[in-house]
């Protein structure tokens, strides 16, 4: 037997220590324990509510997903949610945004960011960042500007306005045995309410009949509502869209309209988004005021989430599960199946994992696939409509997510 040096079999020995430490380094660097997924969202200032919802809903999914097994691909890595506070205007979303990509650089991918005006201004950094961003907010301008990181899982302001506008017609024309003719709008100057006012103005209200007979748009948060609301008793329209983002703005506007002989049905008012529709609304204006009213949204909880909205109502006292909660949890899915696919922690993967998604029929936004076109717009996105019926807001279309039957206002 041929006797070998002690020096060779040393340095074999330490080759050998070595390729398997980089081994290890790379399946480590590969396989993390825990994934950081973003959501940057208004915690602090008068959008405070609707981002807590945000991320009550993230924290479910995160949850769910971590007791699942994690991220399989990752060999079980666990998601860990970063919540950052996106203030109450586009200048403090942008700060949080250029914060978030400087001192969160191992976030893989982001949920964001409520009102469309902020997204609008929080995707400028996170595209430049390479950081894939899930949204619900509407603004067709999201995804009009060939970004490659953002994906709207949403159906935009356009498109909700021109799935919701027949639906609404045939609806006032089954309850009352005659179709409606004339249109008021007024609505703010946030980014979705825009898009969505601009698709009616601009030959959707014509498309289908009605005529625009007031137009007003203002800044919240409003002081008083008595100006917008005597141009609304004068115009007398048949039906009005009344389009806040500010929960003390509807307030206003319907007991300004109560107090003018035209609430509670009187004028059928359709709202979209889901200001009109938070829990927190009860807290000032009675059920009374608020029956019939109908607002279109891009996801409610609805059927098949009974369980979930079970689970909000006890974990965090939440009465029903708005868009707000609903659309964040599924985001947080969305991910941790776009990291599934990627198999790998990384920012430029998961993108690419975004964009060639076809994971099949959506579970918790309504209607569509989960799957993006070029824009980054997911395929198919329908829209919810939304109706106050005894003290709560309920699912009411599309037929096969509706929790009741819809009720037109008496007139």
């Not at 307030?251 to 927190?280: C, R, Y």
Request: aromatic letters at 6%.
């Amino acid at each position: 037997m041929q006797k070998i040096k002690k020096g060779v079999l040393t340095r074999r020995t330490l080759l050998a220590g070595t390729s398997a430490s980089l081994v290890a380094s790379r399946a480590w660097t590969q396989s993390p324990t825990e994934v950081k997924v973003g959501l940057l969202v208004p915690i602090s200032g008068m959008y405070a509510r609707p981002g807590t919802v945000m991320r009550e809903g993230a924290e479910m999914a995160v949850d769910h997903i971590n007791a699942q097994g994690g991220v399989k691909a990752l060999g079980g890595a666990k998601l860990k949610l970063v919540v950052l506070d996106s203030g109450d205007s586009t200048e403090k979303a942008k700060s949080a945004a250029q914060r978030m990509v400087a001192q969160e650089p191992d976030l893989v991918a982001a949920s964001a960011a409520y009102l469309s005006s902020f997204t609008l201004a929080v995707t400028e950094v996170t595209e430049r960042a390479n950081l894939p961003v899930l949204t619900l907010s509407y603004s067709d301008l999201i995804t009009d500007r060939g970004f490659k990181y953002v994906f709207q899982t949403s159906a935009t302001a356009g498109s909700q306005a021109k799935q919701a506008l027949p639906q609404i017609i045939a609806l006032a024309e089954g309850a009352s045995g005659k179709k409606p003719k004339t249109v008021a709008i007024v609505t703010d100057n946030t980014g979705a309410s825009i898009a969505s006012a601009k698709s009616m103005r601009e030959g959707l209200l014509a498309a289908n009949g009605l005529q625009l007979v007031m137009d007003e748009t203002f800044t919240p948060p409003l002081a008083d509502a008595t100006s917008l609301v005597q141009k609304v008793r004068a115009a007398k329209p048949d039906l009005l869209f009344f389009l806040p983002t500010v929960i003390s703005d509807a307030k206003l506007v319907l007991e300004k309209m109560n107090e003018f002989g035209m609430g509670q049905g009187k004028v059928p008012t359709i709202s979209f988004g889901i200001a009109i529709a938070e829990p927190d609304m009860l807290q000032t204006v009675s059920p009374e005021l608020l029956q019939g009213v109908l607002t279109c949204v891009a996801s409610w909880g609805a059927k098949g989430h009974e369980a979930l909205i079970a689970e909000l109502k006890k974990r965090y006292n939440e009465p029903w599960m708005t868009q707000n909660a609903i659309s964040t949890y599924g985001d947080m899915w969305v991910i941790k199946d776009a990291l599934e696919k990627a198999g790998k922690a990384d920012r430029a993967a998961v993108a690419d994992a975004l964009r060639t998604m076809d994971a099949g029929p959506s579970k918790y936004y309504p209607l569509g696939e989960i799957k993006f076109d070029d824009k980054g717009r997911r395929l198919g996105a329908g829209m919810t409509i939304v109706q106050w019926q005894s003290g709560v807001p309920v699912t009411v279309f599309p037929p096969e997510l509706a929790l009741a039957q819809p009720l037109w206002p008496k007139s």
